[in-house]
Structures are given as C-alpha cells and as structure tokens.
C-alpha cells in the first residue's frame, strides 16, 4: 500500500505538467487565430470601404489598426490582383 502512494505523487504531478502544457498551448492556438481572423476582417472591410484588396500587409497596419507581434508571428500575405482576395496564414514564430 505504501508504495502505491508513492507512485500516486509522481503520477498525480505528472499529469498537472501534462495538464498545464496543453491548455499553454490551447491558449497559443487562440492568439494565432485571433490574429488570422483580425486581418481576414480588415480584408473584408477594406474591400467593402475601398474597393480592393491591398497588396501589402503594411496598408492593413497602418490604415486599419491590425497589430502584429512580429517576433511572435509570421504573416503569409499573398497577394494575386487587386480585385481577388489575397491568401492569408498565420504562423507561430516559436511554437
């Protein structure tokens, strides 16, 4: 019986470890979308108040309010015309 209850504790501060790193990374997964689903907005807006899609992530910061954390994330904008809604990934830096 004693050395079930030893077993108990590693086993129980395991599991919190384990418990705690995947709601850190949850939470992670929550910004980058945040992130993804703010520019893919300002996209919407922009084209809806201006008639096209910028062809640089610039206009979108600077006319529109989109904050990046550079060294945090890595923003793939791709942009085809003016009139077709440019290709948008967001990826963590340091996952």
């Not at 590693?10 to 689903?37: A, H, Y």
């Not at 919407?44 to 062809?55: D, I, N, T, V």
């Not at 945090?72 to 340091?94: C, H, L, M, W």
């Amino acid at each position: 019986m004693k050395a079930l209850r030893w077993l108990i504790l590693p086993l129980s501060i395991l599991g919190l470890v384990f418990f705690s790193f995947m709601i850190q990374r949850s939470t992670q997964e929550e910004r980058r979308l945040q992130v993804e689903n703010a520019i893919e907005s300002a996209l919407s807006l922009c084209y809806a108040q201006e008639g096209f899609y910028p062809a640089q992530l610039d206009y979108l910061i600077d006319h529109y309010g989109i904050q990046i954390s550079a060294d945090q994330y890595f923003v793939y904008y791709k942009t085809i015309g003016a009139n077709i809604r440019p290709d948008v990934s967001v990826y963590e830096r340091n996952p």
